[in-house]
């Protein structure tokens, strides 16, 4: 699996697609997601399509994804209506959406480059988030995911409601902590917020 994503990393045109508008490959961190050893076990793809009907075709039709599948003992396919999103992704956000909440449970993506002159601030507080989600009631899968190792990182969660994410995003001690540290000493040159909607999430084994 990591030799065929990084044939990717070094050949983009592997798995352009009709209708592809954003792909993005992602390794995973262990443990609780967000520690420096990697999960071999675990990868990540985050695509945004014209429709669902490219969708479709690309995970039927592309030899790449295909050979990824038949690889993995697992999966599972998630398909998410964005509602709220701030920030940028390389310079854009594709994930602007004209939907509003739905009131069921939600997936949130963040996304963060971090400055080099800040990785060992950024680094020495990774665990302390990971304890603060992890004990965190409500928070029903987390994981850190990353492009370049420490360097472009982002995490995927999934809540029970928006309102249980609200909670915690914005009452817990140690959350708080970190987003003022991070706003106070320029962590970032870029970061993205998203939150959406689950329309659906199918296991494959």
Do not use: C
């Amino acid at each position: 699996m990591f030799k065929l994503m990084g044939a990717y990393t070094f050949n983009k045109s592997l798995i352009n697609d009709n209708g592809l508008e954003f792909i993005k490959l992602f390794g995973t961190g262990s443990r609780d997601g967000f520690s420096l050893i990697p999960d071999f076990s675990s990868y990540v793809i985050i695509t945004s399509w014209k429709n669902d009907h490219f969708r479709k075709k690309f995970i039927n039709k592309n030899s790449i994804i295909n050979e990824i599948i038949s690889r993995s003992s697992s999966r599972i396919e998630i398909k998410i209506d964005p509602y709220s999103f701030t920030g940028s992704w390389n310079g854009i956000n594709p994930f602007k959406n004209a939907s509003s909440y739905n009131g069921g449970k939600i997936l949130v993506i963040t996304r963060a480059r971090v400055k080099f002159n800040k990785l060992v601030n950024f680094l020495f507080n990774t665990s302390l988030a990971a304890r603060s989600i992890k004990s965190h009631n409500g928070a029903e899968f987390y994981k850190g995911i990353g492009e370049l190792p420490i360097i472009e990182q982002a995490t995927i969660s999934i809540w029970k409601s928006e309102q249980i994410m609200r909670d915690f995003a914005y009452s817990d001690t140690n959350h708080i902590k970190i987003i003022n540290k991070a706003r106070k000493d320029k962590w970032y040159s870029e970061e993205l917020f998203v939150r959406s909607n689950i329309l659906s999430l199918k296991e494959y084994n």
